[in-house]
């Protein structure tokens, strides 16, 4: 069965730095991914997705994605953390039907100053 | 410019006494999900209308229900609701019923059972 794990259950980052959240998956032909992010009060907005093609995926808010086959990865990153982006990220992977999606726990990403 | 629009976002209810939760959308697509979220876990389909087809998953309880009458709105009721049904719920929409298909968010309503 699929399945999504986000290892890290909370990161911190100081403001300006730079973001990587990790993302595993299990699936076993090539998969659908997504990456959503959650701000407080709001609810989940798709901040990419990766279905073929280039592996390096970019998004809005500045955000990309790299796939790795190899390491059944789709790790998020940001070069430079702003302040709004503190939120609850969630790394998806589409089941094999492709019909729903299967969300991991999320990521919470608190920005210092 | 709101999309997808939960109501209430703050639910209180007694253990056991029916509820329903509502959600609307203004992007007219066919498909419309509810979506359970437990403190700190995952967010977990429930079910899903194609247009008026109503598609449960395997492991939803019988105690979760859900109404569309028209292509705006869905409701998810739940019956008798227990202390483990405490959650947020979210609404999410899409065009088309495929993953490949973006899915829309609503800000989801957080339900308490007392």
């Known amino acids: 069965a699929q399945s999504v794990t986000q290892p890290d259950i909370h990161i911190t980052v100081s403001e300006g730095a730079s973001l990587e959240l990790r993302c595993n998956y299990s699936?076993?032909?090539?998969?659908?991914l997504f990456w959503y992010v959650q701000s407080p009060g709001q609810g989940l907005q798709l901040l990419l997705k990766?279905?073929?093609?280039?592996?390096l995926v970019q998004g809005i808010k500045g955000f990309e994605a790299e796939f790795k086959r190899s390491q059944s990865s789709f790790n998020l990153r940001k070069p430079s953390v702003h302040w709004s982006d503190a939120a609850e990220y969630f790394c998806?992977?589409?089941?094999?039907?492709?019909?729903?999606?299967?969300f991991g726990k999320g990521t919470t990403l608190s920005v210092s100053s | 410019d709101a999309m997808v629009i939960q109501n209430p976002r703050y639910q209180v209810t007694q253990f056991g006494k029916p509820v329903t939760l509502s959600c609307s959308q203004t992007?007219?697509?066919?498909?419309m999900y509810w979506y359970q979220q437990k403190s700190s876990q995952a967010p977990k389909l429930l079910f899903h209308?194609?247009?008026?087809?109503?598609?449960n998953e395997a492991d939803t309880p019988d105690n979760f229900q859900s109404r569309r009458p028209n292509t705006s709105f869905c409701f998810l009721d739940i019956r008798s609701p227990g202390l483990g049904d405490a959650a947020m719920y979210l609404c999410?929409?899409?065009?088309?019923?495929?993953?490949?298909?973006?899915?829309?968010f609503g800000p989801g309503t957080r339900l308490t059972v007392l």
């Open positions: 699936y076993g032909a090539t998969p659908y």
């Open positions: 998806a992977v589409a089941n094999q039907a492709g019909t729903a999606l299967i």
């Open positions: 990766y279905f073929s093609g280039d592996t």
């Open positions: 999410a929409t899409s065009r088309v019923y495929s993953s490949a298909d973006t899915q829309y």
């Open positions: 209308y194609y247009d008026k087809d109503f598609n």
């Open positions: 992007l007219n697509h066919n498909v």
